[in-house]
Every structure is written in C-alpha cells, then in structure tokens.
C-alpha cells in the first residue's frame, strides 16, 4: 500500500524556523511533493524532491532522503500568513498525507 | 494560463439524487486528477486520466461514482444515487507530464451536501 505519515498539528512564533517532517510508504517512488492549503482554499503546490539533499525556494526548503523514506518541509522567518496546512504526497497517483496544521503565533 | 475551473462551488443535493461536477484543467495539460477531501484530511485519490484515458480508478470508489473526460480536455465527475458520506469537497487538478516532476494545479473545488 502507499502511506505518507506527518504531524497533525505544529505550533510556532512568527520569525521562526519550523520544520514539517513526513515519512513515507509507496510502492513506485515517485518523488516527494509538498503542498500548501490555506482553510477555505485549493491546495497550492511549493516544492519537489525527486532525489536525496535539500531545494530551497525563498523562505521554503524541503529535503528528501530516499534510504530512509523520509522528508521535511522547512519554513523560516514564519509569517503569520503561513498559518495553513501543508501536505507532503507522493507516489504514483500523487497520494496525499493527511496534512500538518501550522499554527503561527505573534 | 487560466487556471483550473470547477463548477458548480457549491451543491447542495438530496440523498438519492444524482449529481455531475465539471472540470476546465489548464488547457496544455494531458494528466487530469479527481481528489475527495473532507475536513481535516488531505485529498483521497479517486481517479486520474491522461489525456482522454482514464488510467487508474480507486478501490475505494464505489460504482456509483464514475468520471469521463471526453476529448481530453474537459472532465465531468458523476455521483449516482448519493448519500450523506459523499458529503465533502470535489478537488480537481491537472498537470503537464514532465517526466518525474509532478506539478499539479488545484481548482477551488466543488462542495458537496447531501441532506
């Protein structure tokens, strides 16, 4: 079967550095994709891993390791507009983790 | 680029009716998804198409469901006979096949009520 494993909720200040971890199961690897959903919205894509090390886009990096089925969104300088859920996917058929709740504080 | 559209946004049906959803993928793109998305959950997987094909359906769909996409470009998504549990947000996307890289643009999606 194919599973993708995250943290339900994660809470943190704004200027800070949060990290999203996601583990993984698929048969077919695909590549790691992450997602942003704001409530009320369509998930947006922010970034793809297809191999090991790190991508970085502006205040957004994420990091695959494919010997250990594992990922991380990593988001700095923490805006309160980050506040959302963020999915990572993955696999054929582009599977979905049930998502990770930013919380940002002032 | 326009977007992906979905229409209606909102439907709200009675239990036993039939309902049909459309989706507009940005038009240079071959591969078309429907996703179910319920509060709190990430999108579940229903089906995809390339082009005019439909080449993976889920499991977990039962025959009541069904989707087309007739001449590659448009898809429509059917639901016969519903019930309370299809209740939940239709999400479509689309992408352009570029090797391993799976890009995919969301529509605002379509929810659903089934009283």
């Known amino acids: 079967g194919q599973s993708l494993e995250q943290p339900s909720e994660v809470t943190a200040v704004e200027g800070a550095i949060v990290q999203i971890n996601c583990t993984y199961q698929?048969?077919?690897?695909?590549?790691l994709s992450w997602y942003q959903q704001h409530d009320g919205g369509a998930p947006t894509f922010l970034s793809y891993n297809a191999l090991d090390g790190l991508e970085e886009t502006g205040r957004f990096s994420s990091f695959l390791s494919r010997s250990d089925s594992y990922g991380y969104l990593l988001l700095q300088e923490l805006q309160m507009k980050d506040s959302a859920s963020y999915f990572c996917?993955?696999?054929?058929?582009?599977?979905f983790g049930a998502g990770t709740r930013l919380f940002v504080k002032a | 680029d326009t977007g992906v559209s979905q229409d209606p946004r909102h439907k709200i049906t009675k239990r036993g009716q039939n309902v049909t959803f459309r989706c507009d993928p940005i038009s240079e793109h071959n591969r078309l998804y429907w996703y179910r998305q319920t509060l709190g959950q990430g999108p579940e997987f229903l089906t995809y198409?390339?082009?005019?094909?439909?080449?993976?359906k889920s499991r977990l769909l039962s025959d009541r469901f069904s989707a087309e996409r007739p001449k590659g470009s448009f898809s429509t998504l059917e639901i016969q006979r519903t019930e309370q549990g299809d209740s939940a947000m239709y999400l479509c996307a689309s992408s352009s096949e570029t090797g391993t890289n799976e890009k995919l643009f969301f529509g605002s999606g379509t929810q659903l009520s089934v009283l």
């Open positions: 698929t048969s077919g690897f695909y590549g």
């Open positions: 198409f390339q082009n005019e094909a439909q080449l993976e």
């Open positions: 996917a993955g696999g054929f058929k582009t599977i």
